[in-house]
């Protein structure tokens, strides 16, 4: 098993920055993919960003793109999310996950094994 622990929400004003951080414990050699996502109040969960802990493919969702970096430091087995630029509609608890190396696509949250608590971010406008 992996346990997923995310740290880092909090409440901060349009255009205020925040980094999020997803500490990865246990059986982490069977996590090959790091993902964010995030889910508002009466919304689907929404992708965010991914990639391997190789640092070799990410990817972002479109309405983040330009404002918020995925990164990791792999001696800490912790994920980051830098998130920029933060907007209303960002609002919402973000969640870090954990692919295997079978994951068919990033962005889909059931290829996802692992979870975390997920944090709360909410932007005040």
């Known amino acids: 098993q992996v346990r997923l622990v995310e740290s880092g929400g909090g409440l901060v004003q349009a255009g205020d920055s925040l980094r999020l951080s997803c500490a990865a414990s246990?059986?982490?050699?069977?996590?090959?993919?790091m993902g964010w996502f995030r889910q508002a109040p009466g919304k689907e969960r929404e992708f965010v960003a991914a990639?391997?802990?190789?640092?070799?493919?990410?990817n972002y969702g479109d309405s983040v793109k330009g404002r918020f970096t995925i990164s990791r430091d792999n001696s800490k087995n912790t994920a980051y999310l830098q998130m920029n630029s933060l907007k209303f509609e960002d609002t919402a608890v973000y969640y870090c996950?954990?692919?295997?190396?079978?994951?068919?696509?990033?962005?889909?949250?059931?290829?996802?094994?692992?979870w975390g608590q997920g944090t709360q971010v909410t932007v005040s406008s």
């Open positions: 990639m391997t802990w190789t640092g070799g493919t990410i």
């Open positions: 246990g059986r982490t050699g069977s996590s090959y993919v």
């Open positions: 996950a954990g692919a295997g190396i079978d994951y068919r696509s990033m962005s889909r949250p059931a290829d996802y094994s692992y």
